[in-house]
């Protein structure tokens, strides 16, 4: 537990080889995913899981040899947008856990996908 927040899971940014020496941490808890990133300038980032839309993973040949992957978000969130928990160990696991928090969560708040389609569209 840290800061009052307790963590389902954490992990850094990986480099190509797979090993953690990048300055970007991730963290999940059971309702929030947070990113931080940077060295002599710190950037913390959290995105509320039921305004992440969709999830999928990619991993390319170096990334399956070294056990990493890269998971793809599309949030609703408009501080981050669409971005991407890159190079994180056992990816697969990972992408299942968020994607069963995010249900969870937008069951909890009875938000569906419709919500977030076409605040823009006034023409209609």
């Given at each position: 537990?840290?800061?009052?927040?307790?963590?389902?899971?954490?992990?850094?940014?990986?480099?190509?080889?797979?090993?953690?020496?990048?300055?970007?941490?991730?963290?999940?808890s059971?309702?929030r995913?947070?990113?931080?990133?940077?060295?002599?300038?710190?950037?913390?980032?959290?995105?509320?899981?039921?305004?992440?839309?969709?999830?999928?993973?990619?991993?390319?040949?170096?990334?399956?040899?070294?056990?990493?992957?890269?998971?793809?978000?599309?949030?609703?969130?408009?501080?981050?947008?669409?971005?991407?928990?890159?190079?994180?160990?056992?990816?697969n696991?990972?992408?299942?856990?968020?994607?069963?928090?995010?249900?969870?969560?937008?069951?909890?708040?009875?938000?569906?996908?419709r919500?977030?389609?076409?605040?823009?569209?006034?023409?209609?």
């Amino acid at each position: 537990m840290e800061n009052g927040i307790e963590f389902i899971w954490k992990d850094r940014k990986r480099n190509a080889l797979g090993l953690p020496w990048t300055f970007t941490k991730y963290s999940l808890s059971a309702d929030r995913l947070f990113i931080e990133s940077g060295l002599l300038k710190t950037v913390e980032n959290e995105v509320r899981l039921y305004r992440i839309l969709d999830l999928s993973l990619t991993r390319t040949l170096s990334q399956k040899i070294f056990g990493i992957g890269t998971i793809k978000v599309s949030s609703a969130d408009k501080t981050l947008g669409d971005f991407e928990i890159k190079n994180v160990k056992k990816p697969n696991e990972v992408k299942e856990c968020l994607s069963g928090l995010v249900e969870e969560n937008r069951e909890k708040k009875r938000v569906s996908g419709r919500e977030y389609m076409g605040d823009d569209d006034e023409d209609l």
